[in-house]
């Protein structure tokens, strides 16, 4: 049996895991400049994080605002699910997942090059923003020399992350795999956003452009030796439901998406908590999260259901069951 | 990670500076390869998207990257023999490495953007469709799980072994797996900063070696169960993956963990009986010294073969292409000379090819080493 033994989070509530059961987000305003002036957007806002003691502070400079939240919910997860710290770290895996990756860092570095021509190349800032860079920095930061992946596959990234670990575990390639799944709300995103239909109130059960775009990471911890929570199902291509009764969703308020996870599951209530941390891409990391708390406390398998971003006639459906070891 | 599995290797695709297509890329085991060609915008070696590689596909935008995806893709496909009957009946996965195919490094928008322009953002929404294992799903009408895992210059390994293990685990029937990538000028200014990059053709292992050649391509391998009708080409044998945890961009000098990548990947066999090794040798100064010295130290008698010579170093593509020519390697039973190696450096003592070598080669490994300090092996052989 595989399942979660430690997690983690960073996200507009704070960071820990404490703050985001305490439910209280940040949503700040943010200025954007576009072709038609000065526009105001709505984003779920993380406040800059408490970084380890053990990661130097040349080290913590160079890294990405995205690479520094993952850090601190990979540090919380850890110090979680190995209250005596960490032994063998050669069976240990290292799963990093994000549909973005540290996008403004990797602006920065093109910038650069646009403003100031080959000369703005800059080396810190292009092996900062090489996609794998999140890893590389954990894995040295806890000497975790099993594998180390990186998944980027858009709104698909949450569930083959945890199943890319969960695979490694399985074939005996390590005992535990730290899994940090997140993304960060770039200045591209936001110039983005500010070119839509006007954001209002987040509610990802209604069938019209609510997205206010959200930020952070969470991190869990797979392992067969003590998990709380059990991962009862992991289906990264899944072409029905899951027999369970609870359905956690990562609906965001995009349009037409509630009512295509409705639709999906046959009329079961397709829950969202996005209001809580915003809309995110990688959504399915922090509902996976709110359903192992909610496993934890209550007992009741729940299943995390993504489908894919609208971009195409099909449906592709990927969905976790978590259940009580 | 999957070691001595079931699992057969029955179509092959690829694009690269050694060729366009396998029948191409075949050259290679001539002893008059032309050299490839650098790009005069650029020192890289480029490929042109021909028109017919859009044929049939919906998108009018298409990324070069998915392109090159697509057609080595369709090249796999078609040796598979995988029908149009099959490929919308089985479950179909797609697990690819990429750089540029999930970024948003397009200068269509971006350029405006960063010089003071409003541009319209639809060519940044495009990012959304354009993940280069999500297209190729969806330009070909697969149903079946599809992952881009974007490792550096392991992805194109990672994505293989990944794709072996959803079949070991039966999420699908057949994979497409492998790596495609573009070279935007931003990459290769990005490694000209570092001062990794060659002004020329690479050296490999050479005593004058400086530094790795970017080129851009794809390898596409069709990974499925033995028990399928069709006739394998090679058998995936095994695949290792560790973490130096070192540094963000130069490899463990001691190979260590390469090592134990090595020897995951063999799982109980012996490296000492392995037909020969395709190296990573990019033809940097790190990347050589490391792998080199590590195979010196623990394969000294096994024939080192050295690609890139003709391909360039493909990046996230690099593990996929050369699978592609380890698996050709091992049907020909020849290797290519590793173009650009003359002299040894006497601090590696390692001399790959020099010239076409025969064998009854019955297995083979495939060595990727990645900033951030992967490195990923795959272990293949001849078809039982």
């Known amino acids: 049996m595989i399942g979660l033994r430690g997690w983690g989070q960073v996200s507009a509530t704070g960071q820990g895991i404490a703050t985001l059961v305490e439910a209280k987000p940040v949503i700040t305003p943010r200025a954007v400049k576009t072709a038609f002036g000065e526009r105001e957007i709505l984003t779920y806002t993380c406040a800059e994080v408490t970084l380890p003691a053990s990661v130097p502070e040349p080290v913590a400079r160079r890294m990405s605002r995205l690479s520094k939240m993952a850090l601190a919910a990979v540090d919380e997860a850890i110090r979680d699910a190995f209250p005596s710290g960490l032994e063998d770290t050669s069976r240990l895996g290292l799963a990093v997942g994000t549909a973005f990756g540290a996008?403004?860092?990797?602006?920065?570095?093109?910038?650069?090059?646009?403003?100031?021509?080959?000369?703005?190349?800059?080396?810190?800032?292009?092996?900062?923003?090489?996609?794998?860079?999140?890893?590389?920095?954990?894995?040295?930061?806890?000497?975790?020399?099993?594998?180390?992946?990186?998944?980027?596959?858009?709104?698909?990234?949450?569930?083959?992350?945890?199943?890319?670990?969960?695979d490694w575990i399985e074939a005996g390639a390590v005992d535990h795999a730290v899994v940090v799944i997140g993304d960060e709300v770039s200045d591209y995103m936001a110039y983005t956003l500010a070119h839509q239909p006007a954001s209002r109130a987040l509610n990802p059960t209604r069938d019209e452009f609510t997205?206010?775009?959200?930020?952070?990471?969470?991190?869990?911890?797979?392992?067969?030796?003590?998990?709380?929570?059990?991962?009862?199902e992991l289906a990264i291509h899944a072409e029905k439901p899951p027999a369970v009764e609870r359905f956690f969703t990562a609906a965001c308020g995009m349009k037409n998406q509630h009512g295509r996870y409705t639709a999906w599951l046959g009329g079961h209530a397709a829950t969202s908590h996005a209001a809580l941390y915003g809309g995110l891409i990688t959504g399915a990391a922090f509902e996976t999260l709110l359903a192992a708390l909610a496993v934890r406390d209550d007992g009741q398998p729940t299943a995390v259901v993504q489908l894919s971003a609208k971009v195409s006639d099909r449906d592709e459906a990927q969905f976790l069951v978590l259940s009580p070891p | 990670l999957p070691q001595n599995s079931t699992l057969s290797i029955t179509g092959l695709g690829i694009l690269s500076g050694a060729g366009h297509g396998v029948d191409e890329t075949m050259r290679l085991f001539a002893e008059d390869v032309p050299a490839p060609i650098l790009s005069p915008a650029l020192p890289v070696i480029a490929l042109e998207a021909r028109p017919e590689w859009r044929d049939g596909i919906a998108d009018e935008d298409p990324l070069k990257v998915n392109l090159f995806a697509l057609t080595a893709a369709r090249e796999a496909i078609a040796q598979a023999g995988l029908t149009r009957d099959d490929l919308r009946t089985l479950r179909v996965g797609v697990c690819l490495g990429s750089t540029v195919g999930c970024s948003n490094f397009q200068p269509k928008f971006s350029l405006p953007y960063n010089t003071g322009e409003f541009p319209d953002p639809s060519p940044l929404l495009t990012h959304f469709k354009n993940n280069s294992a999500q297209w190729?799903?969806?330009?070909?009408?697969?149903?079946?799980?599809?992952?881009?895992?974007s490792n550096a210059c392991t992805s194109g390994a990672d994505a293989i072994g990944i794709a072996a293990n959803w079949l070991v685990r039966d999420l699908c029937d057949v994979v497409l797996c492998g790596g495609a990538e573009e070279i935007l000028p931003q990459i290769y200014y990005g490694f000209k900063s570092m001062m990794l990059c060659s002004p020329e053709l690479p050296r490999p292992f050479d005593k004058s070696r400086s530094g790795l050649t970017l080129g851009e391509g794809a390898g596409i391998l069709v990974l499925e169960k033995t028990r399928t009708p069709r006739r394998p080409l090679a058998r995936f044998l095994g695949y290792g993956a560790r973490s130096?945890?070192?540094?963000?961009?130069?490899?463990?000098?001691?190979?260590?963990?390469?090592?134990?990548?090595?020897?995951?990947?063999?799982?109980?066999?012996?490296?000492?009986?392995?037909?020969?090794?395709?190296?990573?040798?990019?033809?940097?100064?790190?990347?050589?010294?490391?792998?080199?010295?590590?195979?010196?130290e623990h394969a000294p008698h096994t024939t080192v073969v050295?690609?890139?010579?003709?391909?360039?170093?493909?990046?996230?593509?690099?593990?996929?292409?050369?699978?592609?020519?380890?698996?050709?390697?091992?049907r020909e039973g020849k290797l290519p000379v590793s173009r650009g190696f003359a002299e040894s450096d006497p601090r590696i003592g390692l001399a790959p090819t020099t010239q076409i070598a025969r064998g009854n080669f019955q297995t083979a490994l495939s060595l990727s080493l990645g900033f951030g300090g992967t490195n990923s092996v795959l272990y293949l052989g001849r078809p039982s």
């Open chain 1, 103 to 166: 996008f403004d860092l990797a602006n920065a570095f093109q910038k650069r090059i646009y403003v100031e021509g080959a000369i703005g190349a800059s080396p810190s800032l292009f092996a900062a923003s090489v996609q794998n860079s999140i890893a590389s920095q954990i894995s040295a930061a806890y000497k975790i020399h099993g594998p180390c992946t990186t998944v980027m596959t858009m709104e698909h990234t949450a569930l083959n992350t945890l199943r890319a670990a969960y």
């Open chain 1, 211 to 232: 997205m206010i775009a959200g930020e952070g990471a969470v991190a869990l911890v797979l392992s067969r030796a003590n998990p709380r929570v059990k991962i009862a």
């Open chain 2, 136 to 149: 190729l799903s969806r330009a070909l009408g697969l149903r079946g799980p599809t992952l881009l895992v």
């Open chain 2, 244 to 296: 130096d945890a070192y540094h963000p961009t130069a490899p463990d000098p001691s190979g260590h963990w390469l090592g134990v990548a090595v020897q995951e990947a063999l799982g109980d066999d012996d490296i000492s009986r392995v037909g020969f090794v395709n190296a990573h040798a990019t033809a940097t100064e790190h990347n050589d010294l490391a792998e080199g010295t590590w195979l010196r």
């Open chain 2, 306 to 330: 050295a690609t890139k010579g003709y391909t360039g170093h493909t990046l996230a593509a690099a593990g996929a292409v050369e699978a592609v020519l380890t698996v050709l390697s091992l």
